[in-house]
T-cell receptor
Framework: GENVEQHPSTLSVQEGDSAVIKCTYS??????FPWYKQELGKRPQLIID?????GEKKDQRIAVTLNKTAKHFSLHITETQPEDSAVYFC?????????????FGTGTRLTIIP | NAGVTQTPKFQVLKTGQSMTLQCAQD?????MSWYRQDPGMGLRLIHY???????DQGEVPNGYNVSRSTTEDFPLRLLSAAPSQTSVYFC????????????????FGPGTRLTVL
């Protein structure tokens, strides 16, 4: 099955700086890569996703890049703000029917230092 | 539109007890799934369903049963609770994915925090 590795497990950045979280996946058939943000005690919420036919996607301060050859994808957050502090999870979907078997990384705890 | 709802929010069980975690969605989503979340391990898929009457196992199915009699509901049953099942359980749903089409967003419920003593 699919295996997703996520690094780093913890990340602290100064407010206003950029944060980068990286994930690698094992199965080249994976075709959908979402990123979720989870605040303490809350449910995971999708913040951005990318499909295998796209190399980069941006939404305001958040961007995701995908390198299919190397089988890795990254989340980039620019101009970080205190409300960006949370745990971030990457995931990869293997099935042609989409996200039937979404495999998650182990999460990155991002702390924004004021 | 309530989205994905889960009950109860908290539950304490004794070893060997059984119970059902409830999950419902009002978005007419065909795909539903159950995850457990443990510290340092992310979210792991327990069972999933691509439509009423169809279920399949995920990564960690042992000790859990599911059924999908309606599109709206996807209950998770713990047959004989064990301390290793202490976790936070999330239910999620997403629209039907047509063959050859890209995936879509999964919407998560608020979670159930389960403690097994």
């Amino acid at each position: 099955g699919e295996n997703v590795e996520q690094h780093p497990s913890t990340l602290s950045v100064q407010e206003g700086d950029s944060a980068v979280i990286k994930c690698t996946y094992s199965d080249s058939a994976s075709n959908y890569f979402p990123w979720y943000k989870q605040e303490l005690g809350k449910r995971p919420q999708l913040i951005i996703d990318i499909r295998s036919n796209v190399g980069e996607k941006k939404d305001q301060r958040i961007a995701v890049t995908l390198n299919k050859t190397a089988k890795h994808f990254s989340l980039h957050i620019t101009e970080t703000q205190p409300e960006d502090s949370a745990v971030y999870f990457c995931a990869a979907s293997l099935s042609n029917f989409g996200n039937e078997k979404l495999t998650f990384g182990t999460g990155t705890r991002l702390t924004i230092i004021p | 539109n309530a989205g994905v709802t889960q009950t109860p929010k908290f539950q304490v069980l004794k070893t060997g007890q059984s119970m059902t975690l409830q999950c419902a969605q009002d978005m007419n989503h065909e795909y539903m799934s159950w995850y457990r979340q443990d510290p340092g391990m992310g979210l792991r898929l327990i069972h999933y369903s691509v439509g009423a009457g169809i279920t399949d196992q995920g990564e960690v199915p042992n000790g859990y049963n599911v059924s999908r009699s309606t599109t709206e509901d996807f209950p998770l049953r713990l047959l004989s609770a064990a301390p290793s099942q202490t976790s936070v359980y999330f239910c999620a749903s997403s629209p039907r994915i047509l063959a050859g089409r890209a995936a879509d967003t999964q919407y998560f419920g608020p979670g159930t925090r389960l403690t097994v003593l």
